[in-house]
């Protein structure tokens, strides 16, 4: 018991410490300096503060603008030293606050006219990564159905690729897939026409691996991978995929990877909970699609194997970009649908983290998912490490290596690792599950003569209130999340895990399975302490719950639901105090 009070001291202590801490802080340009003196100030003394500085600092004090007279707002000419000289010297008891006048530049915005309606390149913050990099310098092999030069495709740059389904150096698009796909990652922008693309000054290698069907075999594929790899591309985007794992493939990819290219493939459009090959492999980034709402698209699929989710569209809103009519050749816009348009998302963003300066695929990768945008609520990994965010990505490439500092700031703004993140009501909520364990011990002191210390008790008792609730927060690649919330669940929450859901079943949040365990295994010497620790643990953790999240599923209101876990709580308080009748032993 001592052992397990220091521990839940460690743990709040480190999550103080933690929630506390802050990190490094921009630090933005600013040429002059914010004097807000306070309203109560007599202009007299604010006309007296003025002069000192003239004369200190040799320096002149105005007023904002005539709209500044009112809060007392001055600003003085200065750099870092002036800033930390006035914060320090008497003038900072006559003053809300002094501070840097920061500097704020305008958010790029092209010029293209149909950009408005480009609802997926705002959800991504591609405007705040514009104002770092376009991707100049990076090359991005699209394999696809080819790649046609429509007009908002003229002005981006390509490399020569290669037409893998008819042995021929033209790798023209027959389909308007391949070419869309394109478009996502580097359409022309700022020319005054059409849309825009995520890296626009990047380089695009067209490798037409599917034929004007939409099909394509892996051998060509496998071949196209290895063809952009031995011409230096840095991110290779795949907006296709089937079932089956291919020996070749799977060598193609690591060849690939051990070049540092990053790879991307569409997680696949099935709605299945498993991403369809080539997103499944291990060296390979796996997209999931979102819909404009940010939702899970109804399509895509999700679980194993999915690392990331982007816009990739629905119904009523699609992914517009320039590619041709198959059935004309003739160029147009339109609006796709698919994890097919969520993967070159990634692939833009991957190309501009690649000309930030981070070049190996695992850095990419770890940028991507550490500067995504997590959902809170995530059982079944619709979205992985959560929606993509071209902004803090590049924030976060530019940053360079990651220092001590960082790592700690990561782990207190994000990742499953981070205590404020279970706290706040992530994967699970640590606090509630620290109450419930704490609570279950304190059920069982009450009864102290009654319980001696065992190995059963003392696993009845994490059992029945919190379980080993950190194993919900875990992902494996290409497993299933289903047993990890399994193995992370209390009695209570049994009944949530087919469903992912944290609404409590009637059925197991009650004295059911406790009361089942003591009739079985009250006759037993040992394990009926397992049992009357089981149903301790239910008790505390049924009361918990309903303090904090009375939901019982069926159960309409939330009075209804909490009296329904009191009852609960009651009654496995009660069972426990009357199967250890008859084993009183002193503390």
Known sequence: MKKFLLLCLFIFGLVFALSNFQGLASQGDFKSIILDFREDIPNSKIKEEIRTIAQQYNRQATLNSIFSIEDNVYIVEGDRKVLDALQHSPLRKDTEYIEPNYIYHQLEVPNDPEYSKQWNLHTINVEQAWDETKGDGVTVAVIDTGVTKVPDLKLTKFVRGYDFVNDRVSANDDNGHGTHVAGTIAQSTNNGYGVAGIAYEAKVMP???????????????????????????????????????????????????????????????????????????????????????????????????????????????????????????????????????????????????????????????????????????????????????????????????????????????????????????????????????????????????????????????????????????????????????????????????????????????????????????????????????????????????????PAVMGLGTELVSRSFLVINALLCFGLAYLASQGEKQKA
């Not at 040992?526 to 009357?532: D, H």
Request: net charge neutral; aromatic share 10%; hydrophobic share 45%.
């Open 207 to 549: 490798l037409k691996v599917l034929a004007a069907g939409g099909g394509g075999t892996i051998a060509d594929i496998a071949e196209a991978i290895k063809f952009a790899a031995d011409r230096d591309v840095d991110v290779i985007n795949m907006s296709l995929g089937g079932a089956g794992e291919s020996h070749l493939m799977k060598e193609a990819i690591d060849y690939a990877y051990n070049k540092d290219v990053v790879i991307i493939a569409a997680a696949g459009n099935e709605n299945r909970n498993a991403a369809s090959y080539p997103a499944r492999y291990p060296h390979v980034i796996s997209v999931a699609a979102t819909d404009a709402a940010g939702e899970k698209a109804p399509y895509s699929n999700y679980g194993a194997g999915v690392d990331i989710s982007a816009p990739g569209g629905s119904e009523t809103a699609k992914i517009i970009q320039n590619t041709i009519d198959p059935s004309t050749g003739e160029s147009t816009f339109v609006g796709f649908q698919g994890t097919s348009m969520a993967a070159p998302h990634v692939a833009g963003v991957a190309a501009l983290v690649k000309a930030s300066g981070v070049s190996e695929p695992e850095q990419v990768l770890d940028v991507l998912k550490r500067s995504a945008r997590r959902v809170q609520e995530d059982p079944l990994n619709h979205f992985g490490a959560g929606h993509l965010n071209a902004a803090e990505a590049v924030k976060l490439a530019l940053k360079g290596q990651i220092t001590f500092r960082d790592f700690f700031r990561w782990l207190r703004d994000s990742g499953y690792l981070n205590p404020r993140f279970w706290i706040d009501g992530g994967a699970v909520a640590l606090l509630p599950k620290i109450l419930m364990v704490v609570g279950s011990y304190l059920l069982a002191w009450f009864l102290r003569n009654y319980l001696p210390v065992s190995f059963g008790l003392h696993s009845g008792l994490i059992l029945g209130s919190s379980g080993l609730f950190f194993l919900q927060g875990l992902y494996v690649f290409d497993l299933p999340q289903w047993p990890f919330r399994l193995l992370g669940s209390s009695i209570p929450e049994l009944g949530n895990v087919p469903a992912g859901s944290t609404i409590l079943n009637p059925f197991t949040a009650s004295i059911l399975i406790p009361l089942l365990l003591v009739i079985l295994l009250v006759g037993h010497k040992t394990l009926k302490w397992f049992a009357i620790g089981s149903a301790l643990g239910v008790s505390a953790c049924l009361a918990v719950s309903a303090a904090i999240d």
